[in-house]
């Protein structure tokens, strides 16, 4: 087992008027293993003309800090919470170039990081930080480009730098109609890889040069950076900037969890971890959760949904966060309390998960994720990513059944919509040779690519009777219609149907459509199960519960049996979100999180293979028996669930 040290932010204010307090809270978060190291935060974003020397103003307080810390034996240093900024109203603008909108030429306030002023700015600020000699310097995620409404910064000196490179004189908007998704552009592919590579210059160049700022005090003097947006824009390279000489390269993720209106859909947060985690993988040391409870009270969000927010994504590879657990436009202490207790209570839980996850091996469904960051301009938003999420959050996530997020070969990968086009046609056939669950959407992108012959299936649209049910041959019960059916025509005898797609007017006699859902056993040796519609849907009383009822479970058991990629599952009908894994001792790793709105006071599974042992990992890290019975191959486990209280099994 690899051992991990966690690396624990704990973002705090620079109030000096209750220096006592915060100083004593930071000790009690240290002793009790919340945090490694605090951070004060620093709005650094350059307002004013002359700019106010904002660094010089902030470290006179930071310095009352830091003396009162290091008396106490306590680590701490500064997140520079804004350096380019994030957008918002200034008091003054800065007299350097503004951030202009690549997609729509609006200028922003947030300055470019081409600018030379800047860039002087920006480095002394760097100096006067490290001048006070703090234990760690973070960047937030503002310095950022793509990842914004305008897509990409297209000021005059992006552009002057774009037409360097190109050789061309292309205003902006001439740019824009010739990169944006739609364009058939013979340079579509060319200018935008130069286009990105104008925002990569501006960000990384920037980076070196606050690291200098750093060096001309402290060359050694860890530093680290947050980024933003399933492409983890540049931030293995910004960060390795930022890193200074002889330290690990730490990248806190965007996977935030802001004001969640329940824990229905919480497999979203980890979809985006693994996103970014499969692009950084091999080239950051270190990857934070973005443990942020914005705005840092329960009212926004939980203390137990800090902890299944930290818990699962150290499951997607995470070995330490960024805690932002207190409040900084108030002095409100009690906000911060429940959020202190639960971290605190779960250090070794996290500390022996962290240790384990570089060892296990997922089952189950796969969600397949990208380790190509795919930069592209698109009119919606500032980078097009695979945010596909039907299969995880909209069914698999409620149903009890194994899933993961990998890039990696392996489980019965799960697709829907675009998802095929993330992915080229070798990946694909790969995909293809082993087992898939498909939309019919997706279905139909990849006959349309050329590989219908291993679906077992056309697709088409329908055009005849409304379909009005759809009738499960492993009970013969009947569900609410998929969602944007379209007409399954199975192009093999080998082509297996598990359920038909139905008109009834009377409600007793059914006119039969065609196949819901079909499984094929094609030559590449895959097994290519279709479905007629699409996962997505709205969770309201008629589209969700297509796929969100006893009798699809079933299906989908069976279907997923047929795989021999179902090493457990839950067996009853709470919303639970399942992962399970193959450890190195040839036990079954299983982590069981309630997102229900039931407390589950008896665990049960249903497992491959049969159990002799089970055990539970504790709060403090150590491991716990625990009694079960089987009964009609179920097994009973002496051991409950709470609401966003994930509990981890390894099975024996």
């Not at 205003?171 to 552009?185: A, G, K, M, Q």
């Amino acid at each position: 087992m690899k051992e991990e040290k966690l690396h624990l932010y704990s973002i705090m204010p620079l109030m000096a008027d209750h220096i006592d307090e915060i100083c004593q809270d930071i000790k009690e978060q240290y002793e009790k293993g919340i945090t490694t190291c605090a951070l004060f935060s620093m709005t650094l974003v350059p307002e004013g003309n002359p700019v106010v020397n904002k660094a010089a103003l902030l470290c006179e307080t930071y310095r009352k800090f830091r003396e009162k810390l290091n008396g106490m034996g306590v680590p701490n240093g500064v997140l520079v919470q804004a350096t380019i900024g994030h957008g918002w109203t200034l008091g003054e603008m800065f007299p350097y170039q503004q951030y202009v909108g690549f997609r729509d030429g609006v200028a922003a306030n947030t300055a470019c990081p081409f600018d030379p002023g800047f860039r002087d700015y920006i480095r002394d600020a760097l100096t006067t930080i490290a001048s006070c000699h703090p234990d760690h310097i973070m960047i937030d995620d503002d310095f950022r480009l793509m990842f914004r409404p305008g897509g990409g910064c297209a000021c005059p000196l992006h552009m002057n730098r774009f037409r360097e490179l190109s050789g061309t004189q292309l205003s902006r908007e001439e740019l824009w109609d010739i990169v944006c998704e739609n364009s058939t552009h013979p340079q579509k592919d060319e200018y935008t890889r130069l286009m990105v590579q104008t925002q990569y210059e501006s960000l990384v160049e920037t980076a070196r040069i606050m690291r200098e700022g750093i060096d001309q005090i402290d060359p050694a003097l860890p530093g680290s950076f947050c980024c933003c947006g399933n492409n983890a824009e540049f931030a293995a390279e910004i960060a390795a900037e930022l890193a200074g000489k002889g330290n690990p390269i730490v990248v806190r993720i965007n996977n935030g969890n802001y004001t969640p209106a329940g824990a229905r859909y919480f497999s979203r947060v980890f979809l985006r971890a693994a996103h970014q985690i499969a692009k950084l993988r091999g080239k950051a040391d270190v990857i934070l959760a973005e443990t942020d409870t914005c705005p840092q009270n329960r009212y926004s969000t939980g203390a137990m949904s800090l902890h299944t927010h930290f818990t699962g994504t150290i499951l997607e590879g995470a070995k330490g966060a960024k805690h932002w657990i207190t409040r900084l436009g108030a002095f409100e202490p009690q906000s911060g309390k429940y959020y202190r207790k639960i971290l605190g209570k779960h250090r070794g839980f996290y500390e022996a998960l962290a240790k384990l996850e570089p060892d296990l091996s997922w089952r189950g469904c796969r969600i397949p994720v990208s380790n190509v960051p795919n930069h592209i301009f698109t009119n919606t938003w500032a980078v097009a990513t695979d945010g596909a999420d039907g299969w995880s959050a909209c069914v698999l996530e409620r149903l009890g059944l194994p899933f993961y997020f990998s890039h990696q070969a392996g489980g019965v990968v799960c697709m829907e919509g675009n998802k095929d086009t993330f992915y080229t046609d070798a990946e694909i056939l790969n995909f293809l040779g082993g087992p898939v669950i498909l939309a019919s959407d997706t279905a139909k992108n990849l006959i349309d690519r050329g590989f219908g012959e291993y679906l077992g299936v056309d697709v088409r649209p329908w055009v005849g009777k409304t379909p009005t049910g759809e009738v499960l041959f492993v009970n013969g019960n009947t569900t609410n219609v998929q969602q944007k059916l379209q007409e399954l025509v199975p192009t093999s005898e080998d082509t297996v149907v598990y359920s038909h797609v139905f008109n009834s007017v009377d409600k007793v006699h059914r006119d039969i459509l065609f196949p819901g859902v079909t499984l094929y056993q094609n030559k590449l040796g895959g097994t290519v199960i279709v479905f007629a519609g699409t996962p997505v849907a709205e969770f309201n009383l008629t589209e969700a519960f297509a796929f969100l009822t006893w009798s699809r479970k079933l299906q989908l058991i069976d279907l997923l049996q047929k795989t021999g990629e179902l090493p457990v599952y839950y067996p009853e009908d709470a919303e639970v979100y399942l992962r399970a894994a193959d450890m190195p001792d040839s036990g079954l790793f299983c982590a069981f999180f309630n997102l229900g709105l039931d407390p589950i006071e008896e665990v049960t599974l249903v497992t491959e293979k049969p159990l002799s042992r089970v055990e539970r990992l504790m709060p403090d890290g150590s491991r716990k028996t625990v009694d079960f019975t089987l009964t009609d191959g179920v097994y009973h486990l002496d051991a409950p669930a709470g609401v966003l209280d994930p509990a981890i099994f390894f099975l024996y």
